[in-house]
């Protein structure tokens, strides 16, 4: 299968769900963005992983883990983000043992296999099927969007029900797409992208 290989983007708070964060992820050909929203503490984890000078004054869970595996001879080879089912995320971390060359596949959320695969400069890889239903396509540095629309509060609540999509244009929501990108607001870019695959998968 044609993997698709993914870059960190970076990490930003979430401001629809408390004590959550938004792990953006990339198709470098493509610029695809894939938003994935994490825990608190898997974002710190993650984040201390990415900047290899920094350390935890305790070792983390996934630190833990990665002295383990160093010490029995296992590495992070590859992970893959292999499927996405109502929002969620499956992932596999891939692991091969130096000594004795075999491998392993263990799965894992998402967030746990981004963190090991930091530790261990291991790529992250998804499939177009991924891509196809999660994934946004904007280019964030246009400042251009957010005159656009001007609050994509006004036309739905992080409060309200998220059927109210359903009643909103296509080009509407195409316009609240790209404002909730801009303002890293994913967990509502990721509800809005949904409803346009559902539209998009009617038309075909």
């Known amino acids: 299968m044609d993997y698709k290989l993914l870059i960190i983007r970076g990490i930003s708070y979430s401001q629809t769900q408390s004590e959550a964060y938004a792990l953006l992820l990339e198709h470098e050909e493509t610029h695809i963005k894939l938003p994935i929203v994490i825990g608190s503490s898997e974002a710190q984890s993650i984040s201390l992983g990415l900047e290899k000078d920094l350390q935890s004054p305790r ?20 992970v893959l983000i292999y499927q996405i089912i109502d929002g969620v995320f499956f992932s ?17 959320r998402t967030s746990d296999a981004v963190a090991m695969a930091v530790r261990f400069d291991a790529p992250i890889f998804t499939t177009q099927q991924v891509l196809d239903d999660a994934g946004i396509l904007l280019d964030l540095e246009d400042n251009s969007i957010g005159n656009k629309i001007e609050n994509t509060a006004d036309y ?49």
């Open 156 to 204: 739905i609540s992080p409060n309200k029900s998220t059927n109210k999509l359903e009643n909103i244009s296509t080009n509407d929501l195409q316009l609240m797409l790209e404002d909730a990108v801009e303002k890293e607001d994913f967990n509502l870019a990721m509800e809005i992208q949904n409803e346009l695959n559902k539209r998009n998968k009617k038309i075909d």
């Open 59 to 78: 070792p983390l869970t996934h630190d833990i883990f990665t002295t383990f595996m160093m010490n029995t001879g296992f590495e992070v080879i590859s």
């Open 92 to 108: 596999n971390i891939n692991l091969r043992n130096s000594l004795s060359g075999n491998e392993m596949v263990l799965d894992a």
